[in-house]
């Protein structure tokens, strides 16, 4: 059974700071994972898709990399901003399931300006 | 232009109504979802459709019934409202099944039920 696990549930950083996010999935037989931003109240946006064949994926200050063999993700910001204070959520699909995703409970970020 | 809509946003209602929540995607997608964010956070899927067809329907009461009238459109009906349903619902979507598409989410809709 495919479970998902963020650590930290919460962190809190100063502006400026580089930091890392971790996610980690018990069945490594996935196609991708996705990462995600939530807003207080709001929609998810996603960041990152990173395929299984890929290692890493980059957008802007973000990256994200995936170890399939040891069931890790992490999500790395780079001069972290008080912009970037929000919920980050990672999610697997199922395999053969039709798309349905297994979340984490997420990491809730605080960027102190 | 919004790429999936969600209406309403807000809905509160008393335990015992039945209440609709509406999603459209103008994506051009094949497959569209249903998850439930509950208080603590968690988002769990509860449908999927694609091109109109149920593809996934989790353990979800059955007072709870999706409906897509045509591919860019799914609709979540909930009968015989309780407390627990209280929660934020999310709609997305995604070009097909397959597993290596990225999915797009909706602003969500949270209804409280009182």
């Known amino acids: 059974k495919q479970e998902v696990t963020q650590i930290p549930a919460a962190l809190s950083v100063p502006e400026g700071e580089n930091l890392v996010l971790n996610c980690s999935f018990t069945d490594s037989a996935i196609y991708n994972l996705q990462w995600f931003r939530q807003d207080p109240g709001k929609g998810l946006t996603s960041l990152l898709l990173i395929q299984s064949s890929q290692r890493e994926q980059t957008s802007g200050r973000l990256n994200a990399s995936l170890d399939k063999s040891s069931g890790r993700s992490t999500l790395y910001i780079a001069a972290s901003q008080p912009g970037d204070s929000a919920t980050y959520l990672c999610a697997v699909p199922l395999y053969n399931q039709g798309g349905k995703l297994i979340f984490g409970q997420g990491t809730e970020l605080s960027v102190k300006p | 232009d919004t790429a999936v809509s969600q209406t309403p946003k807000y809905l509160v209602t008393q335990m015992g109504n039945d209440k609709s929540i509406k999603c459209e995607q103008n994506?051009?997608?094949?497959?569209m979802y249903w998850y439930k964010q509950d208080s603590k956070k968690f988002l769990k899927i509860m449908f999927s459709?694609?091109?109109?067809?149920?593809?996934i329907n989790e353990t979800v009461p059955n007072r709870f019934s999706p409906k897509s009238p045509d591919k860019a459109h799914l609709n979540l009906h909930i009968n015989s409202l309780e407390l627990g349903d209280s929660a934020v619902y999310f709609c997305?979507?995604?070009?097909?099944?397959?597993?290596?598409?990225?999915?797009?989410f909706g602003p969500g809709t949270r209804l409280t039920v009182t």
């Open positions: 994506l051009g997608h094949d497959t």
């Open positions: 459709y694609n091109n109109k067809e149920l593809i």
């Open positions: 997305a979507s995604s070009p097909s099944t397959r597993q290596t598409y990225e999915q797009y």
